[in-house]
């Protein structure tokens, strides 16, 4: 408020202000730029305080926002009655609710126990986004009454096409979801969920179990014969997307991902990246890399090599970046046979150890995925150091 009421105060000491780089050749009044100043001050006080009556209602969760391009799917709805009733629970309840209560207080907004402090809830184009720093985002729910018995049986083994997405839906279960930009796809598993009177398309897991998370939800708006409407987040925004039928998917045909996939579908490189610390773990790594590593004697090639992949929680390693760089950390393209090699060790030797991807404690039935990163160090074809 504070910054705005100093520029107010700034430009009405101005007649005009000339905003070139925007309006080319355009002059705009004070008067017009204060009407836009009170209109986004207003707008963004409305948006940073809602109402009891503004919170009242159901939500579907729609992601969380862990960065400006990294969406985790929310697979949840927040139930929030006049009453001050809350219900947390999951859209296809795999998990049973959280009841408790909720309230607004003055500025803040008490959900359960946790206090939101003022801005820390707003609503915006019937989006609800609670928190800043790693908002979850909630669309507005409105009831859509399907018949699900007749919805799945015009759904399940078909394949139905968006302008973003390809969904194929397979009679066991499977799924498979295809970017028809960029042709990656993926195996999941799927299920046809009743929320009250209405139907959600839910998918989860991986290409081997129901295990590794969600992909966003999409709520059956209307489904004819050859084409469906649904509402979700498409990755750019929430909206009612048109699917149409493609064909019907054979009894034989497998459903496999196009390349390597992760188990978990919010996986980051970034956040799990392990690295190869302990003495003991290091003195293996440094044996086994010995015995296997052919030195290539080659005056040049010294420097770092770098390399990350990723093993995922059945054990299969792929992802695979490798970088080089010279002693002043310039890049550098070093020999084929010692690039080929590492590449070798890492992928069929270190990413088979199931140590790398259980949790700490040890526990086989909490296998996840790992992305691991080495550093060697080479002085003329040969391996000096490896760094954690």
């Known amino acids: 408020m504070k910054r705005i009421a100093t520029l107010l105060n700034f430009l009405y000491n101005r007649r005009h202000l000339h905003v070139s780089s925007t309006w080319p050749g355009k002059t705009m009044s004070v008067k017009q730029v204060l009407y836009i100043l009170l209109f986004l001050y207003t707008s963004s006080l409305h948006a940073q305080a809602p109402s009891h009556e503004q919170l009242t209602g159901i939500w579907i969760g729609v992601h969380t926002e862990w960065g400006d391009d990294f969406f985790c799917p929310l697979p949840t709805y927040l ?14 309840s795999s ?5 408790s209560t909720w309230a607004v207080q003055g500025d803040s907004v008490r959900l359960d126990t946790i206090h939101y402090a003022p801005r820390q809830v707003s609503i915006q184009d019937d989006l609800l986004r609670i928190g800043t720093q790693y908002p979850m985002v909630f669309r507005k729910f409105n009831v859509i009454p399907i018949d699900s018995a007749s919805t799945y049986q015009q759904l399940n083994g078909r394949v139905w096409q968006s302008d973003n997405l390809m969904i194929s839906l397979h009679t066991n279960g499977q799924v498979s979801v295809e970017n028809t930009t960029t042709k990656k796809k993926t195996a999941h598993f799927w299920q046809l969920v009743r929320f009250g009177q209405s139907a959600f398309l839910v998918i989860r ?6 295990d590794g998370g969600f992909k966003p939800l999409w709520q059956i708006a209307r489904l004819g014969s050859n084409q469906m409407q649904a509402i979700g987040w498409n990755g750019c925004a929430v909206t009612t997307e ?5 064909r019907t998917i054979p009894l034989d045909e497998a459903c496999r ?7 978990n579908t919010c996986f980051s490189q970034k956040w799990n990246t392990r690295s190869i610390s302990s003495p003991t773990k290091r003195y293996d790594l440094t044996q086994l890399i010995t015995n296997q590593y052919q030195p290539v004697q080659q005056s040049g090639q010294s420097g770092l090599v770098w390399v990350r992949f990723v093993v995922n929680c059945e054990g299969e390693p792929g992802s695979f970046e490798l970088s080089g760089f010279d002693d002043d950390y310039c890049p550098k393209l070093f020999d084929s046979r010692i690039t080929t090699q590492l590449r070798d060790i890492c992928q069929n030797r270190v990413g088979t150890d199931p140590a790398l991807r259980q949790s700490k404690p040890a526990d086989p039935s909490h296998d996840h995925d790992v992305s691991i990163a080495i550093t060697f160090r ?4 040969r391996i000096t150091d490896i760094l954690p």
Do not use: W
């Not at 080479?378 to 074809?381: A, F, I, M, R």
């Open 79 to 92: 139930r929030l009655d006049a009453d001050g009733a809350y219900q947390l629970g999951m859209v296809d």
């Open 205 to 210: 897991g991986n290409q081997h179990n129901t």
């Open 257 to 263: 991902p196009s390349e390597f996939q992760p188990c």
């Open 378 to 381: 080479l002085k003329d074809g």
């Open 95 to 99: 998990a049973q609710p959280l009841l």
């Open 242 to 246: 048109t699917f149409r039928l493609i």
